[in-house]
């Protein structure tokens, strides 16, 4: 059904409102109603954050992640490992590997993974930038921690493949059964892996 | 666990995002992260959209509705009954009623329910504006379509008490079984006003 609205600028903030994901128009109404309802400073800070964030944006030139700077806080930071750099498809994945506070190296954001389907090809990701940050020499190891996908497997292995050509590490994070899982409901692929790949038991008693 | 942003500006965004009803901040920063991925355009006409819905706004003078003029549409309208006014809480009711298309009269937006829990006591709501519409004389009948809360109906007995010293009729839109409900799953006080009310069998033909 068409829904009528008795206002142009309600219409209009609706449509908009109702392209974000995850919000259909009966979202997007209720929130348009709010922003009515609440000071117009709110609204007014809301639409500034939103221009602000889009317009004003700025990616590190090292490793890809959003930065206030030409180049990011933890590209800058002296304490960190800069032999040791974490392939992650975006910020979301930095910021959730930041969180857990087990990683002291660098990252790199590809922007995504391979996806022929949606039409995302290599050249299409920040690959051959990651390429020239290896063939710097100063890097280590490369640690891809990409998506457990088919996409996030072809990307790993291109990469693979690109970085063979120079002596660095390539490793890739465990793949395992959850903390917390319990083994009966794990899925046979995850369960068999974690078999093939199972670690020393003394290596397990560091955390 | 406090999350830690890598930009101050995707920080911003995200704390202003997260005050809208229902979203999170997990929500948030995913919101932020798409305006990221879409076009700048995007950001841009959104971020627009909000600002000119809270600042440029317009209410009816006539029944308080969201308006782009002076006066609403629907109160412009001559096909509309004009003798016949219904009382509502907000926008989303005038909507709603529209929709169904059974509603020619006009609308009265109340700006929400007397609830002393909130705060809000007749004063705060656009009662006094509607005993002037029907002290001018030419509104017939006025129908209470509240929430059939325990605040919606002291809302009604109020307006009621208010209306009584004028010629007008006051009715209140029928309570009963939804259409599609099951009798045995119904609530009793539902069930038990539905056959106190019951209607001419006649008149349920006509739809």
Same mark, same amino acid.
């Given at each position: 059904m068409i829904q009528k609205y008795p206002s142009t600028l309600l219409e209009n903030a609706v449509s908009e409102l109702s392209a974000l994901p995850g919000v259909g128009r009966k979202t997007a109404l209720r929130l348009a109603l709010y922003l009515l309802k609440r000071d117009v400073d709110y609204a007014e800070k809301l639409s500034l954050a939103i221009h602000d964030l889009r317009t004003q944006v700025r990616y590190c030139e !090292?490793?890809?992640?959003?930065?206030?700077?030409? !180049?990011c806080s933890i590209c800058l930071n002296p304490a960190r490992d800069h032999r040791l750099v974490c392939v992650v498809e975006s910020i979301r994945e930095v910021m959730a590997i930041e969180n857990t506070g087990q990683f002291h190296g660098l990252y790199h954001v590809l922007g995504g993974v391979i996806s022929p389907i949606d039409g995302i090809g290599p050249n299409d990701l920040e690959i051959d930038s990651l390429v020239n940050r290896v063939a710097s020499g100063e890097i280590a190891e490369v640690i891809l921690a990409l998506s457990t996908t088919m996409e996030g497997d072809t990307t790993n292995y291109f990469i693979y493949k690109k970085l063979s050509a120079y002596p660095v590490k390539v490793s890739v994070i465990a793949r395992g059964i959850s903390i917390g899982d319990e083994i009966e409901y794990a899925d046979e692929v995850t369960l068999g892996r974690s078999i093939l790949n199972r670690t020393d038991f003394k290596d397990s008693l560091r955390f």
């Open positions: !090292v490793c890809h992640n959003i930065s206030d700077k030409a !180049v």
